[in-house]
């Protein structure tokens, strides 16, 4: 038996690769980290638990639908009857159960790659155990669940369609406008002058590697970032929330970066995400214990491609090349000069810039 407080996604990878059937149940998910497990070519199931046949958002299972259409040895269920909120991970070899992690971490990127002692899991291994009773019981648990499942393609179950945005009029000193959903927030990729003009960032927002002293030199776009105000946080304490003023990574290093969270972009793209940055110390600047972002952008740190990542994504979107400095011209043509960036579940968000088609 062993306590996991690091490292997760490693663990749970080398456990898949070692077994020939996989059972995972959590209550929430990221797309990306059921796809990387779907892709080793090991029989798996997964259940989710926390959604409802109602409640799971379009473009979440429109990505699902995709990726269990892609791999041929997965399933992916809904438990329909209630809610489950388990963290089990079931590890299987030759139809027999071998070892489980349970624990705190949801099946994905933001639970599997959180900060050291942010989740836990507990390994119990048919090995190390002197019975196989914790193991019995989990495996009749999984019986249980798969009771009250269905297939991700029964027709019992209808995406909820995401609420189209209507736009509430700026009040006084408002920078931004309202979205009129709590869980939506309008992203604006310019700033306001004091003439209440709209201007891009020189050397920031979508044009972040336009600044003097840029260290990304080798990168194959320039980088960016979507800008988080301070209004922002104000209005929509359920998508911007504080983390840690000093946070180290599983490394041990010092990070100015939430934890990983996976955002779907409404033409499908999955991309790995962090909130970087500081602004607002809490509860004072005297005595600094958490501190909320400044910026949301690129975040898998494995690459080493950072902010490159969202400029490139979003020029290839507007159709410019991957250094153009995007002015206010360019966003008016493209048909949006914002982000509509909205909280699914924990750790996962999506992200509209539908603008103008492109020809």
């Not at 995709?66 to 009857?81: D, G, M, P």
């Not at 700033?191 to 194959?220: E, F, L």
């Not at 972009?265 to 809490?282: I, L, N, S, V």
Request: glycine share 6%.
């Amino acid at each position: 038996m062993a306590i996991l407080v690091k490292n997760l996604k490693k663990k749970v990878l080398e456990n898949a690769k070692e077994s020939d059937q996989i059972i995972i149940i959590t209550g929430y998910f990221s797309p990306d980290m059921i796809d990387e497990i779907a892709k080793m070519g090991v029989p798996f199931v997964y259940y989710y638990g926390m959604y409802g046949i109602d409640k799971i958002a379009k473009p979440v299972y429109d990505k699902l639908i995709s990726i269990n259409n892609s791999n041929s040895n997965l399933k992916l269920k809904f438990v329909h009857t209630q809610r489950v909120h388990t963290k089990c991970y079931l590890f299987y070899k030759n139809t027999k159960l071998e070892n489980a992690l349970v624990g705190s971490a949801n099946c994905s990127i933001n639970g599997l790659c959180s900060i050291e002692n942010a989740e836990m899991l507990i390994e119990l291994n048919k090995k190390e155990l002197k019975s196989d009773r914790y193991l019995f019981e989990l495996n009749e648990y999984i019986k249980r669940i798969e009771k009250i499942a269905i297939d991700i393609s029964d027709p019992a179950i209808v995406p909820k369609k995401l609420k189209d945005v209507k736009k509430h009029r700026k009040r006084g000193k408002d920078k931004i406008q309202d979205s009129g959903n709590p869980l939506s927030a309008i992203m604006p990729l310019y700033k306001v002058d004091k003439k209440g003009r709209k201007k891009t960032y020189k050397a920031g927002g979508p044009n972040w590697g336009n600044q003097k002293g840029n260290v990304a030199t080798k990168q194959d776009a320039m980088e960016a970032y979507i800008p988080i105000l301070t209004e922002h946080l104000d209005k929509y304490p359920l998508l911007f929330q504080p983390y840690p003023v000093d946070r180290l990574t599983t490394g041990g290093k010092k990070t100015r970066k939430s934890d990983p969270v996976t955002v779907i972009w409404d033409d499908g793209e999955m991309m790995t995400m962090t909130f970087q940055g500081t602004q607002r110390a809490y509860p004072s600047k005297q005595n600094p214990l958490m501190v909320y972002p400044k910026q949301l952008s690129y975040g898998d740190d494995s690459t080493k491609r950072g902010g490159a990542v969202l400029g490139k994504y979003l020029r290839k979107r507007m159709n410019v090349d991957p250094f153009h400095i995007i002015t206010i011209n360019d966003l008016k043509k493209y048909g949006r000069d914002h982000i509509l960036l909205t909280y699914v579940s924990p750790g996962l968000y999506t992200a509209d810039f539908s603008g103008t088609p492109l020809t």
